[in-house]
């Protein structure tokens, strides 16, 4: 089955800077990258996803970008603030007979200090 | 996005009773949703997958006779702990999935915090 890997597992930044955070993943027929930000003691909420079909998406401080021939894909947050601090997830969908199906990577606690 | 919900928020109750999670879909419908476990500190762990109209998938390890789903309906699939035991204690999530052939996306509820004494 599909093996998410999650990398770093904490990040600390100050505000304003930017905040990267890397994902490999080992099924080559995944297809689908979601990113999900999680706060204490609520559910993950998606922030932002990317389909094999592209290598790049923005949506204004949050991008996302895939490449398919390493297997990996990573979420760049830019100009940080306070409110981004949270646990944050990435995700592969598998291919095959289990289509639809999310493996989590191990999760990155972001820390954005005023 | 998406609005998806969970009820009860939070549930305390005794060690050999049953409680039942419910999670709907509040403006789409899905005919497939998941159940994950998420303890505290680490990542999800799919539970199971929930078809609509169906018997739903169990994860490796995960025991069916304990954890029963149900998806009776489009918006609506249902968890329950069957004789709870405290190492059931634990967040549990579900997620719907919108949309089809090849654009679908998972959207989370907010959760249910399980706590057996």
Known sequence: GENVEQHPSTLSVQEGDSAVIKCTYSDSASNYFPWYKQELGKGPQLIIDIRSNVGEKKDQRIAVTLNKTAKHFSLHITETQPEDSAVYFCAASEGGTSYGKLTFGQGTILTVHP | ?117
């Open chain 2, 1 to 117: 996005g998406a609005v998806v919900s969970q009820h009860p928020s939070r549930v305390i109750c005794k060690s050999g009773t049953s409680v039942k999670i419910e999670c709907r879909s509040l403006d789409f419908q899905a005919t497939t949703m998941f159940w994950y476990r998420q303890f505290p500190k680490q990542s999800l762990m799919l539970m199971a997958t929930s078809n609509e109209g169906s018997k739903a998938t169990y994860e490796q390890g995960v025991e069916k006779d304990k954890f029963l789903i149900n998806h009776a309906s489009l918006t609506l699939s249902t968890l329950t702990v069957t004789s709870a035991h405290p190492e059931d204690s634990s967040f549990y999530i579900c997620s719907a999935r919108r949309g089809a052939g090849g654009a679908e996306t998972q959207y989370f509820g907010p959760g249910t915090r399980l706590l057996v004494l």
